[in-house]
């Protein structure tokens, strides 16, 4: 055999033991769960569960208009081998208020929830309501009581600071009501005066800290003859995939509010994020993508917690 021949088969030797160490790799990686980059052209598509987005009070869609997720069907990046499903549903803050949400939940099989802002009380009440339907939460300056209470030593808004907030909303006519810089949308608009009253109504009223912590805490215990008593029925799944964004000096929503909900769910991802915008959609849209991607992609893969 010619030396040139000789070499020739070795490269067709060498690359066809390639070329199998590489499908095994990859099959070795699918059993695992691990390969969610490149679907296989014959076996089956991966489920994708319904992404809900939850608005803010007084807040405009454009809030979301740099968020990629809410115009891609199948994940952020576009590559996710998510079978398509419906693009991702936005709920205006009198849609809220109005129940719709419920509706929409009991129509699914799996959601991940997206909240900002009255949103995320939102998605947390919902979240309290249906743990068994939720695949993932991306909480965006969200808090489970808006309201100062000093009983508790909660930091919250005290009434004089929202009834500002509706004070400039509507002098400025829902334009830049905390200033929009250049090149980002408008977050906010002006209202009707009586959606605007309910949505404050819901702000001043709500408490979810008792129903968060009787759902989600992962050690419930109740008083029985002087004892402690492990109770099952108030223990909740660990395994939610849970995305807290906040800013650390928020005017609206305070900083240690994140760190409460932290404690209700300790597998959660928390970003503070510098300054003190309250308007985190339009200022951090990519991490928002990446939590809402991270949520589909362990979903689907069937797993809960990156």
Not at 160 to 165: I, Y
């Amino acid at each position: 055999m010619a030396d040139g021949d000789y070499e020739r088969g070795r490269s067709r030797e060498i690359g066809a033991i390639a070329a199998e160490l590489k499908r095994l790799a990859a099959a070795r990686e699918g059993l695992n769960g691990r390969d969610t980059r490149c679907p296989s052209a014959e076996g089956p598509r991966l489920s994708r569960p319904q992404v809900f987005v939850l608005n803010g009070w007084a807040a405009s869609p454009h809030a979301w208009d740099l968020c990629k997720f809410m115009c891609h069907p199948t994940g952020t990046t576009g590559v996710s081998p998510v079978a398509s499903a419906n693009p991702p549903r936005l709920f205006g803050y009198v849609e809220q208020l109005d129940g719709e949400p419920e509706k929409a939940i009991e129509s699914v099989e799996r959601c991940v929830l997206v909240g900002w802002s009255m949103g995320g009380s939102s998605a947390l009440r919902l979240a309290a309501r249906w743990p068994e339907k939720i695949a993932g939460l991306v909480l965006v300056a969200a808090t489970p009581r808006m309201m100062e209470d000093k009983a508790t030593g909660w930091k919250g808004m005290s009434p004089r600071r929202l009834e500002a907030l509706r004070y400039g909303l509507v002098m400025t006519q829902g334009v830049g009501m905390f200033g929009v810089p250049e090149g980002k949308p408008n977050p906010y608009l002006l209202d009707a005066p009586a959606n605007l009253e309910r949505g404050l109504k819901y702000l001043l009223e709500t408490d979810l800290r008792a129903d968060l912590e009787r759902v989600f805490q992962r050690e419930c215990f109740e008083q029985q003859s002087g004892q402690q008593a492990y109770n099952n029925k108030m223990y909740a799944r660990r395994s939610l995939a849970v995305h807290i964004f906040q800013s650390e000096h928020d005017g609206v929503v305070r900083a240690a509010n994140a760190d409460y909900l932290q404690k209700v769910f300790p597998q959660a991802s928390v970003t503070i994020v510098p300054g003190t915008e309250h308007a985190l959609p339009i200022f951090i849209p990519e991490l928002i993508d990446e939590a809402v991607d991270s949520c589909i992609r362990l979903a689907a893969a069937g797993q809960d917690i990156a």
